[in-house]
């Protein structure tokens, strides 16, 4: 029990030191002998926080290359437990109610918020899933990639804890339907996009919000069929 107080008290103390440093994100951390000296701690002390700060998702550790601040940002893989739930159909319906209410004010930030640099990434994402939609590829991963950034994009720190319900909600989405949307996505993409590059925040949520009604309702249609 004392070792595990003497190691969570260590995992505080390089949260503490992560944030002081303004690590970011890919970034890498100092090495265990380091962090053992400003830590003041043992090498075994610090390799049992980092281990502990990994398991949270704060860290990632890269065999041979060292640890690095992990993109998930501390946020857990399935934080709300989605992969309990029996009934995805369901589960479909009320993610998209959630994302109704949360994502248009999320546009609207984005288009309040974005830097430049933000913009660009964007509009990259939206060339990127035009091309595999022209393909007819499947183009999921990139449609998440889309909404993680206009969360981005809107610059709040508590909404980019939001983002594994967003992820969640399109993977779901696009595994439930019988078939992808690809032209009317391309569509409400590039107007998204162009509402926020424009800071047209009333557009750009009205936008966002016709994108998702419009997928809800085709999903309400096929499960009628």
Known sequence: MEKRTLVDKAANELM???REHGYGPGEKLPNEYELSSQLGVSRNTVRE???TLASRNVLYIRQGAGTFIS???????DPLGFSFMDDRRKLVEDLMQIRCI?????AALAAQNATPQDIAVLSSLCDEIEVLIVNRQDFTQKDIDFHVQLATCSQNIVISNLIPLICEGIRVFSSTVLEQEFEQTA???REILEAVGERRATDAQQAMLFHLLYNRNR????KDL
């Open 16 to 18: 503490q030191l992560i």
């Open 49 to 51: 926080a980092v281990r």
């Open 71 to 77: 993109e998930k940002k501390g946020v857990a893989d």
């Open 102 to 106: 949360i994502e248009p004010q999320i």
């Open 187 to 189: 569509k409400s993409h």
């Open 219 to 222: 999903f309400i249609q096929e």
